[in-house]
Each structure stands twice: as C-alpha cells, then as structure tokens.
C-alpha cells in the first residue's frame, strides 16, 4: 500500500491548476451509455482511481472507451451485459449512475447493491423510488437490484424528491431524458456537476428546463446523439488547495476554476481572515497572521459543500478561537477527528456538530485515512504539524485527488509517496 509522508511547517506559496471534477466526471461517463450510435469524447476527465474504475465498469458492460489521461473518448453502441458487478459497485458508490441509463437504453439494468459506506448510512431509496415513478419494476435480488420496464420504454413522470440528492437527481435525469413524455423532477439537485450533467444531456439532444433550480422539466425525445463535451474544474479539489495555502500561513493561487461554484467556500474563506481574489479563472488565496475562527454548516449546494467539511476542521484547528462545523448532509461523517486528535487537535464531536479549539500546535504522527475527504483533511494537517506526519491508506485519497503530492511539491510543500504493507 502506499502512504504519504509529510514533514510540516513550510508556507505553501505558487500557482497550481484545478483538474476536472471528479463528481461530475462519472455521471458525465454514466450518460454516455445513451447514445446507441457514434463516439462521445469527453475533456478534462481526471486521472483518479474512481476514474479508472468506472472506466472498468464500462469494458464490463462492453463499451468501447480510449483514455489518455485527459481526453475520454467512448463509443457505446455493443453494451453486451446490463449488470454492474458487486466487485466494481463496492470500489466506488457513483457505479449506481448506470442504472438510469442502462434502464433507458435497454429497459432493463442489474446494479449490485452499494454496502456500506465509511461516514455513516447513504441509502440508495430516492433513486429507486425515481426509477419507479418512470415505469420500473424493482426487486433486490441477491444483493442486487433488478430493475425492467414491461413497455420497453421508461414512461414520464413526476419525480418529488423528500430531500435534495445529487445522485438520485443524476440517475433520474439520464433516465427521463429518453423516456416517454414529460417528467418534473421537484427539490432537484442543483449542484455545479447536475448543471453539467443537464448540459451535456441537452448537447446530446435531450430537451430539459430549469438547469441549475430545483424544479427540472424534462419532454422525453427518442434518441440522443454522441457529443463532444468539456468537464467542469473539480471545486472541492480547488478549495482543498486554497486550505493548503491558508493552513500553512500561505498563498496560493488556483487557475482554472470558476468563482461561481465556490461562493460560499471563498466567503468562509475570507470570513476566516484570508484575501481571496479572483480574475480570469484564477483565484488567489492570501493568509491573515492570524486565522479567526470560522463556523460553517455544511448543506446542499449553494451552501457549504460536506465535501469541504473535514478540510475545514483542518483548518481551524489553526485558528484563534473556538469554531463550530455542522453537517448536515452527512451527520456521522466525522471520521478524520479522532486522527487530527491524535496529531494533536483539540475537537469535540455532539451528533453532527463538531467543536473545534484552535489554536492547537499540531505534532506530526502516523494516520490513517478513512475515506476520501477525511485523507485530504489530514495531508492539510500534515502540512502545518511539527516533524513527520505518514498518512496511510492513500488509495482513499486518490479517489478524487489527481497528482495531489506533485501539485503539493509543486507548492513548496515537502511530500513523497512511499510504499508500506500493513500487518494483520
Ligand atoms: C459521486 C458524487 O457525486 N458524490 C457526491 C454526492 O454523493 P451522493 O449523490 O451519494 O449524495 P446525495 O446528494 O445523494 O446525498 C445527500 C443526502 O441524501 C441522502 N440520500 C441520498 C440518496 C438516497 O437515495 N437516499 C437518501 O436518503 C444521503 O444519505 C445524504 O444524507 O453528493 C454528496 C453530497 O453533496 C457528496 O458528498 C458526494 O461526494
Ligand atoms: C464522498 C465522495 O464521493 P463518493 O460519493 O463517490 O463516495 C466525495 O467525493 O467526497
């Protein structure tokens, strides 16, 4: 296994470039199953592991994909197989994309159940139930679900989602867009990587209303046409670099990366005491002598992205004060806690609220990551404790990190990937 060794206390000063966002990487890679014809080209698709793995996952179901890294280019016309493996599902949770459009294009689709998840329950409910309301038999079966249509063709419908999903918006989406009819789909998802996904469906010749508000309107057309499109920057990657230059007292800039999607992160940003200005896709990050403290509640897009949540209890463990971090989108998802205590945090955790102390000097120690955001929250704390800091299990950090210790390096940072094998 690999682990990332960190000797801290170097301000982070230079520019870096944002890669392609993950999360709207995969679903962008889900809806190119529509198309029965032609080549999709995809850009600016990162090179991550879940990357990899959905790319995997297509070969499984027989798509034909080329990657070099950045350019994706995938021809969907000989889909052999409906089923998405238990083994692939597990290594990543977004594997349920396929079930919209594989129920679209073949009215019938086969999608291992996800398990469990290292940050509390993600039920998977609100895409079933939109999977339903479009005319789709359900059944879990052996740990998968089933799901056909009797007509063949998904039916129009009106979609009244409890509460925002991302997911569940995405999945209904490439589901509707071919179905017969109209569908409303209310308390949609707004986030960046749904307006991405409505946009590049609309390129492909979908006809949808209301991208980027929480009521989409959706008239289902026949067929949809392979295009070329252009993924959007990753902004939790973006602000996860700008935390590194804030929590080592630095400055960073990241090109590539558009203010709008990241309000109210560069407002806590600048509420904490940091400069932050932007021109031309470029944002800068300065920091204050002094960081305030900074209470943030982590909720659905525009707000507080949980995404940022463990990097931002990184961060103030680093500021004058006492801040208060609540999430709720994912209420249990405060696993990188007790490892910032054991570097030397002071942290207490009630229900989805966590307190955080700072300022507290951070002493560097060996970690371990337990999912994605969480390894990225203690490189931050790394970055900024005094000595050595190993986090271990890095496999969870290259989900969603592209090149993270080369754009690290690249900052002034002192960071290298060893190998380690793990006992027990
Ligand atoms: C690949 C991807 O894009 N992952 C992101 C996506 O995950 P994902 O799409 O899985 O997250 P959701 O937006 O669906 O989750 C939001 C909330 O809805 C709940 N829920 C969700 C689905 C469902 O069927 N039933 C249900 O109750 C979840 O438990 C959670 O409390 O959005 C999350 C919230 O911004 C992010 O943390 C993830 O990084
Ligand atoms: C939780 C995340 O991803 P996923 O939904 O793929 O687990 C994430 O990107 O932080």
């Known amino acids: 296994m690999d682990k990332l060794v960190i000797d801290g206390g170097t301000r982070l000063n230079g520019t870096v470039s944002a890669s392609g966002s993950k999360n709207s990487a ?40 080329a990657y070099d890294g950045e350019k ?62 479009l005319g789709a038999e359900i059944s879990i079966q052996n740990g998968y679900i089933e799901a056909k249509t009797q007509q063949g063709r998904l039916q129009g419908a009106r979609i009244e989602f409890p509460i925002s999903s991302v997911g569940a918006t995405g999945n209904a989406l490439m589901a509707a867009v071919t179905a017969q009819g109209h569908t409303t789909i209310t308390n949609a998802a707004a986030e960046p990587e749904i307006v991405a996904l409505c946009d590049f469906l609309a390129a492909m010749g979908a006809r949808i209303e209301g991208t980027g508000t929480s009521t989409l309107e959706i008239d289902g057309v026949a067929t949809l046409s392979a295009v070329e499109f252009t993924n959007i920057f990753d902004r939790i990657e973006a602000a996860t670099l700008l935390a590194a230059g804030a929590i080592t007292g630095g400055s960073v800039t990241v090109t590539g990366a558009d203010e709008h999607h990241m309000q109210t992160v560069l407002r806590k940003f600048r509420q904490a005491g940091c400069s932050v200005t932007v021109s031309n896709q470029n944002i800068t990050l300065e920091s204050p002598d002094v960081l305030e403290p900074t209470d943030v509640i982590a909720n659905p897009y525009p707000l507080f992205p949980t995404d940022m949540q463990a990097q931002w209890i990184a961060l103030m463990t680093q500021a004058n004060g006492i801040s208060q971090i609540v999430d709720k989108v994912y209420h249990e998802r405060f696993n990188h806690i007790p490892e910032l205590v054991r570097l030397g945090a002071r942290i207490e955790i009630d229900g989805n ?39 271990l299990r890095v496999y969870h950090l290259d989900r969603g990190y592209e090149k993270i210790e080369e754009k690290l390096r690249a900052l002034g940072a002192s960071i290298t990937r060893e190998q380690y094998q793990e006992f027990g």
């Open 72 to 133: 994706l280019t995938i021809s969907s016309r000989c889909i052999r197989c409906i089923r998405a493996p238990y083994e692939l599902v597990k290594k990543m949770r977004a594997s349920i994309y396929v079930l919209g459009p594989l129920l679209a294009r073949f009215g019938r689709a086969e999608v291992s159940l996800p398990g469990g998840c290292a940050f509390g329950p993600r039920p998977i409910d609100l895409h079933l139930m939109a999977m339903e309301k």
């Open 353 to 391: 609220e966590a307190m955080v102390y700072g300022p507290q000097t951070l002493t560097g120690t060996t970690v371990m990551s337990t999912d994605l955001r969480a390894s990225a929250c203690l490189v931050l704390a790394g970055l900024v404790a005094r000595g050595t800091t190993e986090v």
């Open 26 to 65: 995969l679903p962008l890679i889900a809806a190119s199953l529509l198309p029965g014809e032609g080549t999709t080209t995809l850009n600016r698709i990162p090179d991550l592991k879940d990357t990899r793995t959905f790319l995997r996952l297509l070969d499984e179901l027989g798509a034909d994909a």
